[in-house]
T-cell receptor, first 114, second 111 residues
Framework: DAGVIQSPRHEVTEMGQEVTLRCKPI?????LFWYRQTMMRGLELLIY????????DSGMPEDRFSAKMPNASFSTLKIQPSEPRDSAVYFC????????????FGSGTRLTVV | GQQLNQSPQSMFIQEGEDVSMNCTSS?????WLWYKQEPGEGPVLLIA?????ELTSNGRLTAQFGITRKDSFLNISASIPSDVGIYFC???????????FGEGTQLTVNP
């Protein structure tokens, strides 16, 4: 398996623009997680899905952030409008419900909002 | 919510030295995981622990699941330059629940 695939790897955008981050989980994994990593706050869980259904979005910073999982092989995290404080590395991870050792991260998207 | 306190925050050591880091919580966890993150990449699983008291090795790495189920330890023996990175602990309270991550330990190994 190719692992969790995220795109793009790097994104530079201007404040106010819409940003869409993409994730393809490992085939067969039924959980998908979106994290944000910054120096100040470390790894923060934003939202996670089980069988394509959002389970907990309490980590989503504000209404500018939204996430969708239209099918088992694709998820998006959208920021609209983007702000400089959104600059961070965004990770997607997937896992099997009963196999915590299967929890696998993608390589991340480094977002810079100028 | 539950928090994991990881220490130390950073370590600067000489090649060949042994390293110890730990993770503690006020809550009980049923599973402990240790991850390593290298620059520009996502965290990669090193060791998973499933039972209190369990001691598991992966090459020069050894991790232990504390008896109280509120802590875990990671040791690296005879460090080498490629051990550089950020090491994260993570805990899971019940099967299928989300992972809680520690703040990470930044390890620097001087040749």
């Amino acid at each position: 398996d190719a692992g969790v695939i995220q795109s793009p790897r790097h994104e530079v955008t201007e404040m106010g623009q819409e940003v869409t981050l993409r994730c393809k989980p490992i085939s067969g994994h039924d959980y998908l997680f979106w994290y944000r990593q910054t120096m100040m706050r470390g790894l923060e869980l934003l939202i996670y899905f089980n069988n394509n259904v959002p389970i907990d979005d309490s980590g989503m910073p504000e209404d500018r952030f939204s996430a969708k999982m239209p099918n088992a092989s694709f998820s998006t995290l959208k920021i609209q409008p983007s702000e400089p404080r959104d600059s961070a590395v965004y990770f997607c991870a997937s896992s099997l419900a009963l196999a915590v050792g299967s929890y696998t991260f993608g390589s991340g998207t480094r977002l810079t909002v100028v | 919510g539950q928090q994991l306190n990881q220490s130390p925050q950073s370590m600067f050591i000489q090649e060949g030295e042994d390293v110890s880091m730990n993770c503690t919580s006020s809550s009980i966890f049923n599973t402990w995981l240790w991850y390593k993150q290298e620059p520009g990449e996502g965290p990669v699983l090193l060791i998973a622990l499933y039972k209190a008291g369990e001691l598991t090795s992966n090459g020069r790495l050894t991790a232990q699941f504390g008896i109280t189920r509120k802590d875990s330890f990671l040791n690296i023996s005879a460090s080498i330059p490629s051990d550089v990175g950020i090491y994260f602990c993570a805990g899971q309270q019940t099967s299928g629940s989300r992972l809680t991550f520690g703040e990470g330990t930044q390890l620097t190994v001087n040749p």
